[in-house]
């Protein structure tokens, strides 16, 4: 069956930096786009990122270009997210997401950006 675990999340002062990642397991995913998504408290959950399945092509949601970078290693079937320059607004909690036959979430990991 399909897993995708998200890590890396934290407390963070703004202006920091984290990098999550989302190990994914049970389909080819060297074969597949991936996605970052996030959610705030009170807010419906948002897309952050997607990258090819080849890493070659990324795409941004306007809120995070330029400060966010989706990357992916298919040798270790694992995906990241680099964010920089946190902002309080960025706290949330963020999922990756697979399409695979149907759509699979993984469990989240929760990002605070707090002084």
């Known amino acids: 069956q399909v897993q995708l675990v998200e890590s890396g999340g934290g407390l963070v002062q703004p202006g920091g930096s984290l990098r999550l990642s989302c190990a994914a397991s049970?389909?080819?995913?060297?074969?597949?786009?991936m996605y970052w998504y996030r959610q705030a408290p009170g807010k419906e959950r948002e897309f952050v990122a997607t990258?090819?399945?080849?890493?070659?092509?990324?795409n941004y949601a306007t809120p995070v270009k330029g400060r966010f970078t989706i990357s992916r290693d298919n040798a270790k079937n694992t995906v990241y997210l680099q964010m920089n320059s946190l902002e309080p607004e960025d706290t949330a909690v963020y999922y990756c997401?697979?399409?695979?036959?149907?759509?699979?979430w993984g469990q989240g990991t929760q990002v605070t950006v707090s002084s």
């Open positions: 997401k697979a399409n695979y036959i149907t759509t699979h």
């Open positions: 049970g389909f080819m995913f060297s074969s597949y786009p």
């Open positions: 990258i090819s399945s080849d890493g070659r092509i990324t």
